[in-house]
């Protein structure tokens, strides 16, 4: 079954290290993005990819980085320069097309609880 | 004004009841409309996108309101797991590869 994998699912850091988060999709998306939520909070933009090679920063991307060396994986880091990381992750990818775009919702995966102790 | 709105609730409605919400949006350029699900600490489902003329989905009803610029969901006969938080959903205009804004959502909790 096609679908979208992060991982790990929960995620201890200590201040000052860095953290990689994976996302992994196969079904064949163009796009993916991650978004971070808090409680209480709506989800937040950090970045996004259209195509291979390619990602541009979304509303909220610094202390973050992110690579997307193939089509079918996104991963984000979290830097020691994110100030307040703890937070849950969340991986999504879409089909992208010409014109109206109505039907292109997102998948997402299920996501990643990123602690700092 | 923020970019997506929504009453955030809690809304108690009982079993087998009709139940509206909605939402409101600032982009006049969005183009791409969604209602989401999200369970308690669980990734968002796509519940519905929502078209210009209005759609339903079983006992789920959309609607689009460009000129004012608000979505609403209607849930009709309400079950028990119904009872989530219900996302509203555009995208930023201009395709639908730029990202979505997301409201903070509406709880819904359904009481027997």
């Known amino acids: 079954d096609g679908g979208i994998t992060q991982s790990p699912k929960y995620l201890f850091r200590k201040e000052g290290q860095n953290v990689t988060l994976s996302c992994e999709q196969n079904?064949?998306?163009?796009?993916m993005y991650w978004y971070r939520q808090d409680p209480g909070q709506g989800l937040r933009l950090i970045y996004y990819?259209?195509?291979?090679?390619?990602?541009q920063k979304g509303d909220i991307a610094e202390g973050y980085s992110v690579s997307r060396e193939k089509k079918e994986s996104f991963p984000l880091t979290v830097t020691s320069a994110q100030k307040n990381p703890t937070a849950f992750y969340l991986c999504?990818?879409?089909?992208?097309?010409?014109?109206?775009?109505?039907?292109?919702?997102?998948?997402f995966g299920s996501g990643t609880r990123l602690t700092v102790v | 004004r923020k970019e997506v709105e929504q009453d955030p609730g809690p809304f108690n409605v009982p079993e087998g009841a009709t139940v509206a919400f909605n939402c409101t949006y600032s982009?006049?350029?969005?183009?791409?409309f969604f209602w989401y699900r999200q369970d308690c600490r669980k990734e968002p489902k796509l519940l519905m996108s929502?078209?210009?003329s209005g759609n339903e989905d079983g006992r789920f009803t959309a609607q689009l309101n460009r000129a004012s610029q608000y979505i609403s969901l209607l849930i009709r006969d309400s079950k028990l797991s119904d009872s989530a938080t219900y996302l509203c959903?555009?995208?930023?205009?201009?395709?639908?590869?730029?990202?979505?804004?997301f409201g903070k959502g509406t709880h819904l909790i359904i009481q027997p």
């Open positions: 999504a990818s879409s089909a992208t097309g010409t014109g109206v775009s109505s039907d292109y919702g997102y998948t």
């Open positions: 079904l064949n998306h163009d796009a």
């Open positions: 990819s259209q195509i291979v090679n390619d990602f």
């Open positions: 982009n006049s350029a969005s183009q791409s």
């Open positions: 929502v078209y210009s």
């Open positions: 959903v555009v995208n930023r205009g201009g395709g639908g590869a730029d990202g979505l804004t």
